[in-house]
């Protein structure tokens, strides 16, 4: 399975961007679709996952501000960013698991999010 993510720039602060992950194939045969994020010198960290069964999990310094959601019609997961702030200027990764929470198991190449004005 191919993940291809769309839909990161340049936005100031406060804006909102809404990315999008496509996959190759089927997205129901996984039990969890996320994003993760990896901001310069600092190690990935969890933005968002969502489940098969419909069950979300978000990294806390993003609760309440970002949003993912999925369409397994088309194959694809979004993530909402709204209230957008420097501090989530990161590289964006979706990522697809059979067997989450214990790891997962595809991984795209990444969409760079820079907050600044």
């Known amino acids: 399975v191919q993940l291809v993510e769309s839909g990161g720039g340049l936005v100031q602060p406060g804006g909102s961007l809404r990315l999008s992950c496509a996959a190759s194939?089927?997205?129901?045969?996984?039990?969890?679709m996320g994003w993760y994020r990896q901001a310069p010198g600092k190690q990935r960290e969890l933005v968002a996952v969502?489940?098969?069964?419909?069950?979300?999990n978000y990294g806390n310094s993003v609760k309440g501000q970002f949003s993912i959601s999925r369409d397994n019609a088309k194959n694809t997961v979004y993530l909402q960013m709204n209230s957008l702030k420097p501090e989530d200027t990161a590289v964006y990764y979706c990522?697809?698991?059979?067997?989450?929470?214990?790891?997962?198991?595809?991984w795209g190449k990444g969409t760079l999010v820079t907050v600044s004005s």
């Open positions: 990522s697809a698991g059979r067997n989450y929470p214990y790891g997962m198991d595809y």
């Open positions: 194939g089927s997205i129901a045969s996984f039990n969890a």
């Open positions: 969502t489940t098969r069964g419909g069950s979300t």
